[in-house]
């Protein structure tokens, strides 16, 4: 990874690579994060029964498994490599604001890979209504969005704490509320059969909170990463 | 020493007359006295947040590790005061609106606040190394603080509120409030202010002689 040859972009994408093909090796962080996935749908399909379950409880689980999930996988990316002991040679080759882009990339392509299998599996299990299938498309895409922006930064945090597991669920959470509540509410809408239009407050909230975290996470990063 | 006999004095004559004059608030009844304790309560919370987030900006400038004692304490006594308005709101909305808590969008935002706090601290205590603690908990002091806009201006307003929202400054940004019950309350607002500075400069005192003797130690 030659630091000066390249932009910002490439260089970025060189990181992503290398994450993706550690990842690809051993699947710990994606078999982590989608058995977690599948045992809390399991868990809540089995206990409330198939159908007839209301639009506020539907999305209510939904996002309770998404940010459980999110939780159990999202960290490992920067864990592994201290654990490994490679983040220092990281920081030798690539500078942090291509070090974290890179490790967003690999945040978002795990979460979206678990959250494609997730979701029907979801609709499937729960019997949830399919007709408004795209606006729901929508939501949940910048749900994943915003669920990855605001966690990247404090996964880096976390990896540098003594006590790795419990600690990123109990530090992500008071970040993630606003969007979680925002995102229960949309989804509601949603399944209630209502338009993509009646949620543009919504999206709106979600675009400005994606765009929000990401930039002050590339701010903030390398006074982590430098740590 | 004498400001503080001064504060003594005055904090005294401002409880007195938040019980003597009639209540605030004529529809709401006695209840509303407990707006001269709740909003400076949440407006300290809200101060102190604000600062430990400055001292946090300030640590990742200089890197002195005094800036992170002071974010520390700022973050500490902001908690308490925290603590107090969600008990104080929590007993106004059980005599007002009949439940201790029922999920406003006010009791939401202060509700997250508190759970800021509670990471910050869990995010400390998880950390030895002090100069990696002072950096970590900086940035994410920020980057919590950057949700804050969120929760007080964005989310109320998707949400109904049943809080007393223009009690005090209606929707023209004037004034509710006059004459004495105006002084009561904004001579209150400024005394927990002082109060606040006051309860920081010892926090920073503790801190400062905790380090010295730290250092006397190691000798």
Known sequence: ??????????????????????????????????????????????????????????????????????????????????????????????????????????????LITMTSIITPMFFIFTDAPTENILPFVVILTLGVFGLVSATTLVAAIISKASVKGALFAVVSFPILMVLLMVLVGATEKILDNNSL?????????????????????LLLFKFVWRE | MWWKLVLFVFMS?????????????????????????????????????????????RYLQKKDLKYDDMAMIAAKLGFIFCVLATVTGAMFAKVTWGMYWNWDPRQTSIFILLL?????????????????????????????FVTVPFLIF???????????????????????????????????????????????????RVQLLLRKQMELEDL
């Open chain 2, 116 to 144: 800021i706090y509670g990471a910050y601290f869990a995010l400390r205590g998880a950390i030895d190394i002090e100069e990696k603690r002072a950096a970590l908990s900086a940035v994410y002091s920020i980057f919590a």
């Open chain 1, 197 to 217: 239009s009646s949620v543009s407050s919504e999206i709106q909230f979600l675009i400005a909170y994606v765009v929000v975290m990401t930039t002050i996470s």
């Open chain 2, 13 to 57: 004559i401002m409880i007195y007359f938040s019980f003597a004059l009639p209540a605030p608030q004529q529809q709401i009844g006695e209840s509303s006295r407990i707006f001269y304790y709740h909003i400076p309560q949440a407006w300290i919370c809200v101060i102190a947040f604000a600062m430990s987030m400055f001292y946090s900006i």
């Open chain 2, 154 to 204: 964005i989310v109320p307003r998707m949400v109904p509120t049943l809080h007393p929202n223009d009690s005090i400054i209606n929707s023209d940004l004037k004034f509710n409030i006059e004459g004495a019950i105006s002084l009561v309350f904004f001579s209150s607002l400024a005394l927990f202010t002082v109060l606040y500075i006051w309860l920081f400069n010892i926090g920073v």
């Open chain 1, 1 to 110: 990874m030659p630091k000066t040859s390249s932009g910002l972009l490439s260089r970025s994408l060189a990181v992503y690579f290398k994450d993706l093909r550690m990842e690809l090796r051993t699947k710990n962080a994606l078999n982590a994060i989608l058995m977690f996935g599948v045992t809390t749908l399991t868990v809540v399909s089995f206990s409330l029964g198939q159908s007839g379950l209301s639009p506020k409880l539907l999305s209510a689980l939904f996002w309770i498994i998404m940010f459980f999930s999110a939780m159990s996988g999202l960290a490992q990316t920067f864990i592994r490599e201290e654990e490994t002991g490679t983040s220092l040679i990281l920081n030798l080759t690539a500078e942090p604001n291509s070090i974290y882009i890179g490790k967003l990339l690999f945040n978002l392509t795990l």
